[in-house]
């Protein structure tokens, strides 16, 4: 069975958010209104986080990076949800099941990533925005919690694709909306069990690192930095 | 036959079965509950000991409930004074 | 049946059910108001979403699970006063008991709401009864919780059937309610001899099952990763802050019936001293929980658990911080080590503030954890909106009403067990003693 996982390489990455704007389009993710980004309620599946600051004054960077949900390999979300509308699946990756949740946003609760988004409103999206849904997505109804789901939708579609062309799913057919769009070519995607992917080739690279890997959730992004982050 | 069995047990029989069977069914409805979500956690394979586990303590809290309050309902029957009308 | 012919001893305890003054229908309204308006406010929730609240990301729980634990912790305040007293045998139970007992009851249905207010769809809430997952705290909370709502019901409800018996025996209004409750009970030997057997089983078994109740809650928190949550002291910690919330509440309900029924006669002060003398044992071991707590964290220093305990301590919410401690720790001990200030008045204050404090207390523990996650994310702000804070009126009214229509319909304080603590307890408390004390030498006999 595969495992997917991601490999960010933040020496490459020169936080345009192209891949946070690629994964808003791609999954339908809400447009929320003024007063709700203004009370934090923006919905971003990936979020460009800083952590740092580098450079003395008047010549200050940021140093950010991309947080998405880790996709772990021992979740902790899944632990709690009540009625099990966050589960894994055997490919590693942690899906939800939009109808099956309840919205009592335990989950949220319990990521220490803090990467889970909830629909607090069902706001009017602007026209354009409407227009370009991406129709393989669901929208989701206010009330029920979503994530990063590794862009799922385009799994089964490449694994549909394969199939009708009577051959084995390759690579290629599979990237996430995010690796596809980064203009620096940071963003790597594949199948972690399969020693000829390229990301199990960049695991070997010395500079990955996870993020709080103390915790033991197993997460299946890794980064590689030259600096500590 | 409904005014024979008011007249040796009370003329309040019924109702106050009818409210006993509410616990009862609170109790069976209960461990059906509970059963039914042991089953579905080993349909899915996710830690089918947590469930079982808590299922049991669940379920005979329950009866001991439903058996305490029909063994002092039933007991304050039987310990009534012998009257013919009331 | 003329209900004006008996004239008890015990009238005053009757009066309530037989008499209401418009005093009583002013207040009700105006609570079934606020009531209303809560529900309005709900509504419009569901048909808004959860965004009219003012929680956001990261602090995505607020006062709907604050008020949750708060009103569940209070619940604890049946099971210690009357389950534990009545197993130490302590005479000065017997007016408490039954306001204790139903405290509980109330408290657990509104707090038992108070989740699903918290859903963000509340349609789907048969999902944990068709495909739930009994892996997860929510689902101990779901079991727990309607246990011992079933315990506490039924406990409340077998020292009330020879009340419901006077209660038939005089007739009036409900007499065929009471005729059915009462379940033929008549006091012959046989019927109590059943009813007393059922009570000491049941004041062991509810217990466990309370503790266990706010155990479960605390596990909601505590098996999570989140800095400050994951502390293994939140069991015993949860169950201290009930028990002592629960008295507090149980004080100020005493305090209130006691003046608009003039019950003066059976709520003594002495029965105030006593409580008063048990909140500050609670307040002194819930001090003893917190620091033990705080000290932990400070000392291990972890980052992500300093933050959290910075942002209590002097940052954001060091103002509502140390407004609970004063609430919860200082006021108590002084007002209720000092017997110049340990009167009803005091003692009445210092509840309030306890109530305060507790509500604090969950507040404290829920939102600066989830405000300052593990990333370094911008620390979140979670300023309550107008639905929050009118549900949670709306909860207190909700509370307060219920208990009002429990007095229309029974004694609020249990009268047989007034008539046998007269009658009887002398006796056998003298004859408690002549067990304890050694045979030889001369028992004094002017007790019996």
């Keep these: 069975m595969p495992r997917y996982g991601m490999v960010i390489d933040l020496n490459k990455c020169n936080q345009c958010e192209a891949c946070v704007t690629a994964c808003k389009l791609e999954n339908n993710v809400q447009i929320v209104s003024k007063e709700n980004a203004e009370m934090g309620r923006v919905m971003q599946w990936m979020k460009m986080l800083t952590t740092n600051h580098e450079g003395n004054y008047p010549e200050i960077r940021p140093v950010s990076l991309p947080v998405f949900c880790v996709q772990c390999d021992d979740p902790p979300c899944i632990k709690v949800c009540p009625v099990r509308a966050t589960y894994k699946r055997d490919d590693g990756i942690v899906a939800q099941i939009y109808p099956q949740c309840i919205g009592c946003r335990y989950c949220m609760a319990n990521c220490p990533y803090t990467v889970k988004v909830f629909n607090w409103y069902k706001d009017e999206q602007p026209v354009e925005y409407e227009k370009c849904y991406n129709t393989d997505v669901s929208v989701r109804p206010k009330g029920i919690v979503e994530k990063c789901t590794f862009c799922i939708h385009r799994l089964q579609k490449a694994k549909e694709k394969s199939k009708a062309e009577h051959r084995k799913m390759q690579e290629e057919d599979y990237v996430t909306a995010c690796t596809e769009v980064c203009p620096a070519h940071a963003i790597h995607f594949g199948d972690l069990d399969d020693p000829n992917s390229h990301v199990s080739k960049l695991m070997n690279d010395y500079r990955k690192f996870t993020l709080q890997e103390e915790l033991g959730t197993e997460p299946k992004v890794y980064y590689l930095s030259e600096k500590s982050q | ?86 | 049946m003329n209900n004006q012919n008996f004239v008890d001893e015990d009238e005053t305890l009757f009066r309530p059910i037989y008499h209401t003054g418009k005093g009583f229908y002013a207040f009700a309204a105006a609570l079934a108001a606020i009531v209303l308006f809560g529900i309005f406010m709900y509504i419009r929730q569901l048909i808004f979403g959860l965004g009219v609240t003012g929680m956001n990301e990261p602090v995505s729980w607020g006062f709907y699970i604050i008020s949750f634990v708060f009103f569940i912790g209070i619940s604890h305040a049946g099971t210690l006063i009357s389950a534990i007293l009545r197993l130490s045998k302590a005479e000065w139970r017997r007016p408490i008991t039954r306001m204790a007992e139903v405290i509980t009851g109330i408290v657990l249905l509104i707090g038992g709401l108070h989740p699903i207010i918290d859903l963000g769809r509340p349609d789907r809430i048969l999902h944990i009864f068709e495909r739930g997952r009994l892996q997860s705290p929510l689902l101990w909370d779901v079991t727990s919780i309607t246990a011992y709502f079933t315990a506490s019901t039924i406990y409340l409800y077998l020292p009330l059937i020879p009340d419901i018996a006077l209660l038939r025996d005089r007739g009036g209004r409900f007499h065929k309610i009471y005729e059915i409750l009462s379940w033929g009970y008549e006091g012959t030997e046989k019927q109590k001899h059943v009813l007393e057997r059922a009570i000491n089983i049941l004041m062991v078994m509810v217990i466990p099952i309370a503790v266990s109740v706010h155990t479960v809650i605390s596990w909601i928190f505590s098996m999570t990763l989140q800095p400050g949550w994951h502390s293994t002291i939140f069991g015993p910690y949860f169950v201290v802050g009930a028990i002592y919330s629960g008295i507090a509440a149980l004080i100020i309900v005493m305090i209130a019936f006691r003046k608009a029924y003039h019950l003066q006669d059976y709520l003594k002060e002495i029965h105030f001293r006593y409580l008063g003398t048990l909140l500050l044992v609670m307040s002194l071991l819930w001090f003893y929980f917190t620091f033990a707590e705080y000290l932990t964290t400070f000392y291990g220093h972890e980052p992500p658990e300093m933050r959290v305990f910075l942002y209590k301590f002097v940052g954001n919410y060091s103002f509502f911080f140390w407004l609970m401690v004063v609430c919860n720790f200082i006021i108590p001990v002084v007002f209720l080590s000092n017997k110049k200030l340990k009167t009803i008045g005091g003692i009445l204050f210092t509840s309030i503030a306890v109530v305060l404090g507790m509500w604090l207390e969950r507040l404290i523990i829920i939102v600066p954890s989830m405000a300052n996650p593990r990333l370094p994310y911008p620390t979140g702000i979670y300023v309550p909106s107008l639905t929050e804070i009118s549900l949670l009126l709306a909860a207190t009214a909700a509370f307060v009403l219920g208990f009002m229509g429990f007095s229309k319909l029974f004694p609020l304080v249990s009268i047989w067990e007034i008539k046998e603590g007269r009658e009887q307890s002398v006796k056998t408390v003298s004859e408690r003693l002549h067990e304890y004390l050694p045979s030889k030498g001369h028992i004094r006999n002017e007790i019996v």
């Design chain 2, 1 to 86: 036959m409904l005014s024979k069995i008011k007249s040796i047990f009370g003329k309040n029989i019924l109702i106050q079965t009818v409210l006993l069977s509410f616990l009862w069914m609170l109790a069976s409805g209960m461990t059906l509950l509970l059963i039914n979500l042991v089953q579905v956690s080993y349909e899915v394979n996710d830690h089918q000991s947590a469930s079982i586990a808590i299922s049991i303590l669940g379920i005979i809290v329950f009866w001991i409930l439903a058996g305490i309050l029909t063994y002092v309902l039933v007991g304050l029957y039987k310990g009534r004074k012998k009257e013919s009308n009331k």
